[in-house]
Antibody, heavy 123, light 108 residues
């Protein structure tokens, strides 16, 4: 069945880097874009941006430029989120989600989500 | 930035009751780009409604979405025990995605 499998929880020290993976199965990976969404403890959902799985072109939300990098390895149908120079406030669950998007007819929604990867930043 | 304001923050209801959740958008958006998600504790969100009113595959028909412009509503006609959860609206516009702050539906 269609699913996104994310890598396991990470515990990192401030200043370190982390790379979260999101492996797609059950569909053609390059057909749909992938969004990344952050959820800090006890908080709501925050869109980080998306990556075009056909071209590899990433787009970052305003608050997620600089230390955040989206990448792909299409040979293994996997999207990655790398965060560098980790801070305590990066502690959160990070979700990847498949994007269904069209302008004609118009629609936009995220129909398949990974289970989330918990990243904890603590000294 | 387009802001989505969900109300109420918490809705306390009993099983069998009707739930009405509101999502107000700071500027008019295309209803085709408005979606609703449900999230249970420790789980990922799941898509309920897209295009403001179309049920996703597997969404029970007690869930319905409506609205246009700046005002959107998610209605649960008769609450089942599994419906007590968090609900988020989400829009796509100007090449950006934004989520509302969420409404928690809790057992009274």
């Amino acid at each position: 069945q269609v699913q996104l499998e994310q890598s396991g929880s990470e515990l990192k020290k401030p200043g370190a880097s982390v790379k979260v993976s999101c492996k797609a199965s059950g569909y053609t990976f390059t057909t749909y874009a992938v969004n990344w969404v952050r959820q800090a403890p006890g908080q709501g959902l925050e869109w980080m941006g998306w990556i075009n799985t056909n071209t590899g072109n990433p787009t970052y939300a305003q608050d997620f430029t600089g230390r955040f990098v989206f990448s792909l390895d299409t040979s293994v149908s996997t999207a990655y989120l790398q965060i560098s120079s980790l801070k305590a406030e990066d502690t959160a669950v990070y979700f990847c989600a498949r994007v269904r998007w069209s302008t004609d007819p118009p629609y936009y929604y995220m129909d398949v989500w990974g289970k989330g990867t918990t990243v904890t930043v603590s000294s | 930035e387009i802001v989505l304001a969900q109300s109420p923050g918490t809705l306390s209801l009993s099983p069998g009751e009707r739930a009405t959740l509101s999502c107000r958008v700071s500027q008019s958006v295309t209803s085709s780009y408005l979606a609703w998600y449900q999230q249970k504790p420790g789980q990922a969100p799941t898509l309920l409604i897209y295009g403001a009113s179309s049920r996703a595959t597997g969404t029970p028909d007690r869930f319905s979405g409506s609205g246009s412009g700046t005002d959107f509503t998610l209605t649960i006609s008769r609450l089942e025990p599994e419906d007590f959860a968090l609900y988020y609206c989400q829009q796509f516009g100007r090449s950006e995605v934004t989520f509302g702050g969420g409404t928690r539906v809790e057992i009274k």
